[in-house]
């Protein structure tokens, strides 16, 4: 019987484990078979990730492999990134994961970029300015935790060493610190030091496709598991997605559509010139030896905050279809405000960043989500234009994957406003990702080429072109609105 993979694909939402196989067509088949849910909970005074819960789902979620007729496995896991789990000298964790959407961060880049440039920490490092990234929350982190702190793991690696007893740093996440040196390989010491951490409390850097153990026997006790190794993929849930995102030659670009939206260019040399601080780019590291050149977008959090609003009596198909009813581009909204990263309520959100700014005010939900899908659509076509621009290219192709690649509204109006075709699918590329790495690092699928060319072939992948001269003009005044007024409301 040919190997049996399973990829564990947790985001901020949700969780779930999907099984994949190569079948004799060469083709990869998907099936999910465990899902659970996943949020964070104000807990002694911090919005805070429920660990322990997750690892018990996928314990959960082996068992039912196991129960499917599986009896030998291997496993990938992959989840957000930034976040991070410290753990003491007797191997526990010492408090469970602060969420990077808590606002202990709020005013951190200020604070540590006081007496070290923006600039100079840029050429350091490749990586964009969110207040919610690593080396922020390790700067307000509380001291006397550090200070018994053994091991800093990202969340992946967490799970991964409480499965099998072994500890790495996976490059894909760790990058996303903005801690990583871009031209040493290494954490930066000079930015540990000032986050009052020092190298030791890291494990050993890896690259995605390092075989990291059986998952311990000492789990067989409360769960009916099959024989489980675990391979350390791309564990940035970006990361994977890139990897399984199926683009060919030198002219595409990726937007990784979910709660957040990645919007950039696989590179083989990072890019972290003038014009690239400039407008926020990151580099962060890909499988293979590649980087992750994009932009982070707020993305489709937006619409699940709406829909939660709402009381989820709308699922999101109906709030497309109701979105398509409606005018476009009746407000422009500058999608990346902070204002939106955790509100307390996301329309009213909404309607006072339209109130502050003199526009029309969405008030039914059919005029919520046109206006999210219209910007963010108007963000992406902007986005595409400074790829250009900053890697003095010509993209031809936008390939979409994710959750988002599943409305057509808002894949054709990104495809007219940005003036090129976009090819939508797949949507579980997060988990074909996790899979193809680990269906590389066994030998059944050769490299990341062929394995993209399978992608390819095995799921439905919709084209959409631009629609001439619909938008004329639209995109233009949108930028217009961003040089106006971005950042300046709050």
Not at 210 to 220: A, I, R
Not at 437 to 446: A, D, P
């Amino acid at each position: 019987m040919k190997n049996v993979y399973v990829a564990v694909d947790i985001g901020a939402s949700s969780g779930r484990l999907m099984l994949a196989k190569v079948n004799s067509n060469q083709q990869i088949q998907l099936e999910e078979i465990h899902r659970f849910k996943n949020g964070f909970k104000k807990t002694d005074g911090h919005d805070r990730w429920n660990i322990d819960y997750l690892i018990h789902e996928i314990l959960t979620g082996l068992e039912k492999v196991k129960a499917a007729g599986y009896a030998k496995v291997y496993l990938g896991i992959d989840t957000w990134a930034v976040d991070y789990v410290l753990v003491g000298k007797d191997g526990n964790k010492l408090s469970n994961p602060i969420s990077y959407r808590d606002g202990r961060t709020s005013n951190a880049i200020n604070n540590l970029t006081s007496d070290l440039s923006k600039d100079e920490l840029y050429k350091k490092t490749g990586i964009q300015f969110l207040d919610f990234n690593t080396l922020y929350q390790l700067y307000e982190e509380d001291h006397q935790l550090l200070k018994n702190t053994d091991k800093i793991m990202m969340i992946p690696d967490y799970i991964g060493y409480v499965l099998t007893g072994k500890v790495v740093t996976e490059v894909t996440n760790a990058s996303t610190t903005q801690m990583l040196n871009l031209r040493a390989g290494l954490f930066d010491h000079d930015l540990l030091t000032k986050v009052n951490v020092n190298d030791d409390q890291f494990a050993d850097l890896v690259e995605a496709g390092t075989l990291l153990g059986f998952v311990s026997e000492n789990w067989m006790e409360n769960f009916d598991l099959p024989v489980t190794e675990v391979i350390t993929v791309a564990t940035h849930d970006t990361a994977s997605a890139v990897v399984g995102t199926p683009g060919e030659g030198d002219d595409w670009a990726f937007l990784s559509s979910g709660t957040w939206s990645l919007l950039g260019k696989e590179l083989n040399t990072p890019e972290n010139g003038q014009l690239a601080f400039q407008n926020n780019y990151t580099n962060e590291w890909g499988a293979y030896g590649t980087y992750r050149f994009l932009k982070n977008i707020m993305g489709l959090w937006m619409a699940q905050c709406v829909k939660r609003c709402y009381g989820n009596q709308y699922n999101f198909s109906v709030l497309a279809s109701l979105a398509a009813k409606e005018q476009p581009f009746q407000q422009f909204i500058d999608v990346n405000d902070d204002r939106f990263v955790n509100p307390n309520n996301m329309i009213e959100e909404i309607q006072h960043y339209c109130q502050d700014t003199q526009q029309i005010v969405p008030e039914t939900p059919g005029q919520v989500m046109m206006a999210i899908y219209a910007n963010l659509a108007l963000f992406y076509a902007n986005e595409v234009q400074q790829l250009n621009s900053i890697l003095s290219c010509h993209l031809k192709t936008l390939n979409i994957v994710g959750g988002g690649s599943n409305i057509a509204l808002l894949n054709q109006m990104t495809s007219t406003l940005a003036n090129i075709q976009v090819v939508a699918g797949p949507n579980e590329a997060t988990a074909i990702g996790n899979a193809l790495v680990q269906m590389i690092s066994t030998g059944e699928v050769e490299n990341i080429k062929l394995g993209r060319k399978m992608i390819g072939r095995s799921f439905e992948l919709k084209c959409f072109v631009p629609e001439t001269g619909l938008y004329d003009g639209v995109l233009q005044r949108y930028q217009d609105f961003l040089n106006g007024h971005s950042k300046e409301l709050v």
